[in-house]
């Protein structure tokens, strides 16, 4: 894998920078918070995801802290959104199509980078998911509303199935930029199907209510 190091890094911060843009634009429109609500909370979506991977890989400091580009992409991200906030407000799809762009790209380098760090095929999915839901969860947590990943159309489910491309062309020895851009692309379009036909993972059935 450390020969795909240049691909991975390209992706996850095309996605930081999505996941910026996300963020700042949600803050935006929910909260109306000033620039330094709006910078921090789109840092915040961008980076959040990353963080919780390394912690819990125990790659200390997390690489968004110990690289500076991925600081810096988040940070222009959140001040492009702040800036163009209007215009790009006008397309309604637009957060949403950020937030799986974002989901995508980090589902797919999330794995990646775990599998590099010499972990087993099951812990790579599995941080490859929580890289890709995490910051979007610190993101709808710190603007008080339940996580997208625990209530909206298929979230959970295009990162997982992202990971586990990843792995699978890890295993036979063909990851590289094609693989990684199948996988995300994956994500991205099971992602924006469950938006625009309203899918969803399947839910427990109700309980009948005590008529007392």
């Given at each position: 894998m450390s020969?795909?190091?240049?691909v991975?890094?390209?992706?996850d911060?095309a996605g930081?920078?999505a996941?910026?843009?996300?963020?700042?634009?949600?803050?935006?429109?929910?909260?109306r918070?000033?620039?330094?609500?709006?910078v921090t909370?789109?840092?915040?979506?961008?980076?959040?995801?990353g963080?919780?991977r390394d912690v819990?890989?125990?790659?200390?400091?997390?690489t968004?802290?110990?690289?500076y580009?991925?600081l810096?992409v988040?940070?222009?991200?959140s001040?492009?959104?702040f800036?163009f906030a209007?215009a790009?407000?006008?397309?309604?799809?637009?957060?949403?199509?950020l937030d799986?762009?974002?989901?995508s790209?980090?589902?797919?380098?999330?794995?990646?980078v775990?599998l590099?760090f010499?972990?087993?095929?099951?812990?790579a999915v599995i941080?490859g998911?929580?890289s890709?839901?995490?910051g979007?969860?610190?993101?709808?947590v710190?603007?008080?509303?339940?996580?997208?990943?625990l209530t909206?159309?298929?979230?959970a489910?295009p990162?997982l199935?992202?990971a586990?491309?990843?792995?699978?062309a890890?295993a036979?020895?063909?990851?590289g930029l094609?693989?990684?851009?199948v996988?995300a692309?994956t994500?991205?379009a099971?992602?924006?199907a469950?938006i625009r036909?309203?899918?969803?993972?399947p839910?427990p059935r109700q309980?009948?209510?005590?008529?007392?």
């Open positions: 020969s795909d190091l240049s991975l890094l390209v992706l911060l930081t920078f996941f910026a843009l996300n963020g700042a634009l949600t803050a935006i429109r929910i909260v918070v000033d620039i330094v609500g709006t909370l789109g840092m915040l979506t961008a980076m959040g995801g963080i919780l819990l890989m125990g790659s200390l400091p997390p968004t802290f110990s690289d580009r991925y810096v988040a940070a222009l991200g001040l492009v959104a800036a209007r790009l407000g006008r397309f309604g799809t637009t957060i949403d199509v799986a762009a974002g989901l790209l980090f589902a797919a380098t999330g794995t990646a775990a590099d010499g972990l087993g095929a099951g812990q941080l998911a929580i890709a839901v995490g979007g969860t610190l993101r709808d710190t603007v008080g509303r339940v996580p997208v990943v909206s159309e298929l979230y489910i990162a199935s992202a586990v491309l990843v792995v699978a890890s036979l020895g063909v990851y094609t693989a990684a851009l996988a692309g994500c991205f099971l992602r924006l469950g036909f309203n899918l969803h993972a839910q309980a009948p209510r005590d008529r007392g």
